[in-house]
């Protein structure tokens, strides 16, 4: 890539500097959790023959095999510049077509508990991201219709809550004005870090993503998790993207 802006994806050199696989080491679809120690957990306890693909930086993906279709699973990192620069190299350089984000988020309706699992329908945001495409007004992020109607009709047949809905993504984690109420009154039931930017990357690629998050803290108060305890409530949430992913 020459030019400073990053622009010209005609340009596109594999190994990237952020993605040191190789042409064909990814999957179809990638699943991305924010920490790359849980994609390490998802491929040491949930794929069969796993194998690490890249390692830059920490960022470990792996791609395996899930009830024998080929899968891969990434780090994204926190926030959108860093799930910005893995999924933009994942879809136009190394072909993937799929991502479905597997987060955590903080529960903005009084409705959700900890641990119940998000799906985000829209992604409102609050992010200077969107500005490098220069749209004449409002844009809105949305989860491929094909990836989130998988994602219900396959939460259903393994008997899994999933809440469909709309959230928020915010480039601060810890929110000095709370805005919380104010997006409430909206309907949008949860905030995280990363959805609206993935969703952004994908449509601009013409592929297709999905964010599924599970709460693990409630915004406005109370009780907080260990990330232990996160962990291990993944497991649903890794079951559904899987069986996701091999559905599409
Ligand atoms: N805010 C933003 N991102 C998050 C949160 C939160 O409360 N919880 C998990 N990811």
């Known amino acids: 890539m020459t030019d400073s802006t990053h ?16 042409k064909g080491d990814f999957a179809d679809v990638v699943l991305m959790p924010g920490d790359p120690m849980r994609a390490k957990f ?12 890249t390692a830059v930086r920490g960022m470990f993906g792996y791609t395996g095999t899930y009830k024998g279709v080929s899968v891969s ?12 620069i893995y999924s933009y190299e994942l879809f136009n350089f190394y072909d993937v077509k799929k991502i ?8 903005i309706s009084k409705d959700l508990e900890i641990f119940d699992i998000v799906a985000s329908m829209a992604a409102s945001y609050d992010t200077s991201f969107v500005k490098q495409y220069n749209l004449p007004g409002t844009y809105s992020a949305v989860a491929s219709y094909e990836l989130l109607r998988l994602a219900d009709d396959t939460a259903k047949k393994l008997g899994i809550k999933l809440h469909v809905g709309s959230t928020v993504t915010c480039d601060s984690f810890y929110d000095e004005m ?9 309907n ?9 930017g993935l969703y952004m990357v994908a449509a601009a690629a013409e592929k297709e993503a999905l964010a599924l998050m599970t709460i693990s803290d409630k915004v406005e108060g109370s009780e907080g998790t260990t990330s232990e305890q996160r962990e291990k409530s993944l497991t649903n949430m890794i079951t559904l993207a899987l069986e996701t992913a091999i559905a599409s």
């Open 7 to 22: 622009a010209n994806k005609t340009e596109s050199v594999i190994p990237t500097p952020h993605i040191e696989a190789a």
């Open 100 to 107: 479905i984000r597997i987060g955590t988020c903080g529960a």
């Open 188 to 196: 949008v039931i949860a905030v995280e870090m990363e959805a609206a």
């Open 178 to 186: 709370s805005q919380v109420p104010s997006w409430r009154k909206m």
């Open 42 to 53: 998802i491929a040491d306890n949930f794929l069969d023959d796993a194998k690490l693909v």
């Open 73 to 84: 699973v990434m780090g994204s990192g926190m926030g959108i510049p860093s799930i910005g």
